[in-house]
């Protein structure tokens, strides 16, 4: 979603909010503004008003009569005066005065927008934060204090403790700007596997080198991990991306490639066991961060570890990759693991101060997925202290930070989704990080998406409620047994189908009468015909529930269909006829399949012999059902129009008639049908 595009949107409905709560809570008391009908003497105006201690302030407008005046507010009600005053022959328009303030400037309107925590050293953290420190250019930064205003971390709205795994060379784990991941199913020491997760005293992460949980103090992971997630608003050092996320150490980043793809598999299991278990063990690992790799090494060449994203993926963990900290093309060279092609490995470049790409950071059109800031970025480091590094591995946990920062935002639809489906809600979570981008010329033409990381972006759009599928209108004809399904989607899907069910309303097992292929045109309308041999006079309940590529079911809507609706217009004879002075009238809208389940346009006209216009009783777009208007001969009563079994008045009275013959007619259409009535006074 574009940059400025979600901010409107957030701007926008906290606007509205207030201008629906607060009414006309911003006008000055005791002030009016009034325009006169035409020039009057203000003085005798204001001698009429001396009771309220009126006077004015000065003319506006002389050619519009327009005047400002004041009056005594602490005695007087503000509303009862500018009612009185409102009921002034004189006067053409009154109203309140009311405060203006100056439209500030977009960047100064979203900066009131954001949370600033009061780590001292936050001031120097330019990718969270660019004020052009150290010459930089304001703004080109992720809008980290933007999202804050929404969310600073920590859990999901369903309560699960949201974690990033940090692949690297190990942690200061006692760092007090840091929040470890604890291991609370695991006893310490005690040399059992506890949690029967296949690791022994895993109680603070693993250490894949040489497969035990002591994880080593290392200053380029510490460092990484400040970046993802610094404890913000603590008073001390500097903030993370996510200010409470829970940072999950893993050793293994170097020496080989069985290292790795053992560091990786400690992360998938812990991710693996809290799905299986529904939170009770393991981890809700989010994404992987890795910041290693092999410079021009090819995935034909390394299938296991590629292998491994998909894997992790499955489990609905995505892994954030930095990559070469050469000024090469990926895509040509060839990189491990930033040109392996797991959907689920977000592949990530270094950008400057000046939103452009470092110099001495990789690219590629097809492999590098987006760019973030890496270059000269404060954050902790070993011996609780803080240090500036730069490269492609001070990118990537921004990212990673970001996508923790996004699970935290998002409501309870999509975290459903992400529940019921890990695997494709993280590719929903990438696809939101990626459309949430801001574009950089920098980036366009050598990168997947062309832009820079911007965490508020993502957390508004993950944070907005969406229903994948709704079913928004029904038609049904009992004549022929055909039924028509309308519905629309508020988010692209793809790779997925929908499964037409069937049941009656005192059902409880549902019946799968058809199935539809998907599509993944956000929030396109499609219709859906087919044919349901078992119909019958009933009222039956229709189901369209999503299933998705890998057959897992994820969300379905409802809609109930009454069969027992006409399937035909018809117009009854009038009751009762003769009559005086009032008469009845039904009629019949039927559920035409050529309808698409819309309103149909139905107008019912009463005429006189010379065939002149009498009233119009009817004259709208009405769903099937059957209809009652009740037709009166005089203008002493009120007409009543009511739809069985609601009810309603219609506007409008019908003039005295003579006794004699009338004409009503329905039309809808191309049908048409007249019947005639008689009035006898």
Not at 12 to 19: E, Q, V, Y
Not at 169 to 193: M, R, V
Not at 511 to 530: D, Q
Not at 591 to 618: F, K
Request: aromatic fraction near 10%; hydrophobic fraction near 40%; glycine fraction near 8%.
């Amino acid at each position: 979603m574009n940059k400025h595009f979600t901010r409107f949107l957030l701007i926008t409905c906290l606007t509205f909010s207030s201008l629906i709560l607060s009414q006309e809570s911003d006008f000055i008391p005791g002030e009016l503004i009034i325009q006169f009908k035409e020039k009057i003497s203000i003085d005798s105006f204001e001698q009429s008003y001396s009771d309220v201690e009126m006077e004015n302030i000065r003319l506006l407008s002389d050619r519009l009569n327009i005047w400002w005046v004041k009056y005594n507010s602490i005695d007087n009600d503000d509303l009862e005066v500018r009612f009185r005053v409102s009921r002034d022959p004189r006067v053409k328009i009154v109203q309140f005065n009311h405060q203006v303030i100056l439209r500030e400037s977009f960047d100064e309107l979203a900066s009131q927008l954001a949370i600033f925590p009061n780590d001292p050293q936050f001031g120097t953290q330019w990718g969270l934060h660019n004020t052009g420190q150290s010459g930089g250019t304001p703004g080109a930064d992720i809008d980290a204090p933007e999202a804050w205003e929404i969310t600073t971390g920590g859990v999901t709205v369903f309560g699960d403790t949201i974690v990033v795994a940090i692949v690297d060379g190990g942690c200061q784990l006692n760092h007090p700007d840091l929040n470890y991941w604890y291991n609370w199913h695991e006893i310490p020491g005690n040399g059992i596997d506890d949690d029967g997760n296949g690791y022994v005293d895993d109680f603070r992460g693993w250490n894949a080198y040489n497969n035990s949980p002591n994880v080593p103090s290392n200053s380029h992971g510490t460092h990484v991990s400040g970046i993802s997630g610094a404890k913000g608003n603590n008073s001390i050092g500097v903030s993370g991306v996510n200010w409470n996320v829970k940072i999950m150490p893993i050793a293994g980043s170097s020496s080989s490639e069985a290292t790795v793809v053992a560091a990786y598999a400690y992360a998938l299991e812990l991710r693996a066991q809290y799905n299986a278990t529904n939170g009770a063990l393991g981890a809700f690992v989010v994404a992987t961060n890795s910041s290693f790799g092999v410079n021009y090494g090819q995935p034909a060449n390394y299938p296991i570890w590629c292998a491994m994203y998909d894997s992790l993926g499955a489990y609905g963990i995505l892994s954030c990759g930095a990559t070469a900290n050469l000024n090469i093309n990926i895509d040509v060279a060839g990189d491990i693991p930033t040109a392996c092609p797991s959907d689920y490995m977000i592949a990530v470049t270094n950008t400057t101060r000046f939103d452009l790409k470092n110099n001495g950071a990789a690219y590629g059109l097809t492999t590098i997925d987006l760019g973030a800031p890496g270059t000269s970025i404060l954050s902790t480091d070993i011996n609780s202290t803080y240090t500036n590094k730069t490269g492609t591995s001070m990118a990537t946990p921004m990212v990673t930070g970001g996508i923790a920062l996004m699970y935290a935002a998002a409501d309870s639809s999509r975290m459903q989704l992400i529940k019921s489906n890990p695997a494709a809600g993280a590719l929903m979570i990438r696809d939101v990080l990626f459309n949430g981008v801001d574009t950089l010329p920098a980036l366009q033409g050598i990168t997947v998406t062309g832009g820079r990381l911007n965490v508020f972006n993502a957390v508004v759009e993950i944070s907005t409620p969406v229903v994948p599928v709704e079913l928004i209108s029904f038609v049904a004809a009992a004549n022929n047994n055909s039924v028509i399904l309308n519905w629309s989607t508020a988010t692209e899907i793809n790779n997925s189908g929908f499964s037409v069910e069937r049941r009656t309303d005192v059902e409880e097992s549902w019946t799968e009468i058809g199935f539809v292929p998907g599509f993944g045109t956000s929030t396109e309308r499609r219709s859906y015909s087919f044919v349901d041999p078992d119909l019958n006079t009933a009222a039956y309940v229709y189901r369209l529930k999503q299933i998705d590529f890998d057959g897992s079911f994820e969300y379905s809507s409802e809609v109930y269909v009454d069969i027992n609706l006409p399937a035909r217009f018809s117009l009854m004879q009038n009751y009762p006829n003769p009559f005086n002075p009032s008469t009845k009238i039904k009629f019949t809208v039927p559920n035409s399949p050529l309808s698409l389940g819309e309103g149909q346009g139905v107008r019912l006209i009463v005429y006189d012999v010379l065939g002149n216009e009498v009233a119009t009783l009817v004259n709208e777009e009405l769903p099937a059902g059957e209809y009652e208007v009740e037709f009166h001969s005089n203008n002493n009563s009120d007409q009543s129009f009511r739809l069985v079994p609601a009810g309603r008045s219609p506007d409008g009275l019908v003039r005295n008639l003579s006794s004699g013959v009338y004409f009503y007619k329905l039309i809808a259409g191309t049908f048409s049908e007249t019947k005639k009535m008689i009035l006898a006074k």
